[in-house]
C-alpha cells in the first residue's frame, strides 16, 4: 500500500538535544512538507521541498532544518535553538492535483 | 496575516441535520480549496476540494460552495452522522505553487 511514514509516534526530548523526526512517502510525490500543530493553532508550515536536493523555509522555520536528499525521504531536525518545540508534528506529500497525503505524525515532548 | 480564516472554533450539531462549516480567504489569487478531516492524533485526511472556476461541488454528503466575490467557502454535511465529529481545516492553494495554506481547523461534534 501506498502512504507516507512517520516515526516515531512519540518522542521525548531533553532540553538543548537536537531530535530527527522521520518521513518517507513511497507516492512517487514530488513535493513533500512538514507541518506542526499546536492547540488552537492549526497547521503551521515549517519547511516545504517541491523537488530533491532543494527546499523552502515555511512560515515557522526558526529553530528547525531539513534535508531531501531522496524523493522518498524529508527528516525533519528539531534543534536546540527552537525554543518551544512540544508540538504535534504532521509530515505530507502532494499529488499534482495539490491533494496532500498526511503522515500519521509524531507527538514530540520535550522533558 | 491569516490568509485562510476558520473564525468559528467549534460547532454542535444533531444527528440527521446538516453541518455548515465556514471559511474565508483574504489572498485573491488562491484558485484551488480544499477540505480536509482529522482525527485526535491522526495526519488530516483530504475530504473534499474545489477550484475556483466551480461555484459547487458534490460527494455524497459533502458539498462544498465556492463564493469568489465574497472569498468565501463552505462544506455542507447531510446528513451529519456521529462519525462525522473531528477537526475540519480548510486550506487554500494557488496554481502551481503547491504550497497549501491551512486554516486553524474548527472542531465538529455530532450528537447521537
Known amino acids: 500500500d501506498g502512504g507516507i511514514t512517520q516515526s516515531p509516534k512519540y518522542l521525548f526530548r531533553k532540553e538543548g538535544q537536537n531530535v530527527t523526526l522521520s518521513c518517507e512517502q513511497n507516492l512517487n510525490h514530488d513535493a513533500m512538507y512538514w507541518y506542526r500543530q499546536d492547540p488552537g493553532q492549526g497547521l503551521r508550515l515549517i519547511y516545504y521541498?517541491?523537488?530533491?536536493?532543494?527546499?523552502q523555509k515555511g512560515d515557522i522555520a526558526e529553530g528547525y532544518s531539513v534535508s531531501r536528499e531522496k524523493k522518498e525521504s524529508f527528516p525533519l531536525t528539531v534543534t536546540s535553538a527552537q525554543k518551544n518545540p512540544t508540538a504535534f508534528y504532521l509530515c505530507?506529500?502532494?499529488?499534482?492535483?495539490?491533494?496532500?497525503?498526511f503522515g500519521q505524525g509524531t507527538r514530540l515532548t520535550v522533558v | 496575516d491569516q490568509q485562510v480564516k476558520q473564525n468559528s472554533p467549534s460547532l454542535s450539531v444533531q444527528e440527521g441535520r446538516i453541518s455548515i462549516l465556514n471559511c474565508d480567504y483574504t489572498?485573491?489569487?488562491?484558485?484551488?480549496f480544499l477540505w480536509y478531516k482529522k482525527y485526535p492524533a491522526e495526519g488530516p485526511t483530504f475530504l473534499i476540494s474545489?477550484?475556483?472556476?466551480?461555484d459547487k461541488n458534490e460527494d455524497g454528503r459533502f458539498t462544498v460552495f465556492l463564493n469568489k466575490s465574497a472569498k468565501h467557502l463552505s462544506l455542507h454535511i447531510v446528513p451529519s452522522q456521529p462519525g462525522d465529529s473531528a477537526v475540519y481545516f480548510c486550506a487554500a492553494t494557488q496554481g502551481g505553487s503547491e504550497k497549501l495554506v491551512f486554516g486553524k481547523g474548527m472542531k465538529l461534534t455530532v450528537n447521537p
Open positions: 505530507a506529500s502532494t499529488r499534482q492535483d495539490q491533494r496532500a497525503f
Open positions: 474545489i477550484s475556483s472556476i466551480k
Open positions: 521541498s517541491q523537488i530533491v536536493n532543494d527546499f
Open positions: 489572498n485573491s489569487m488562491f484558485d484551488y
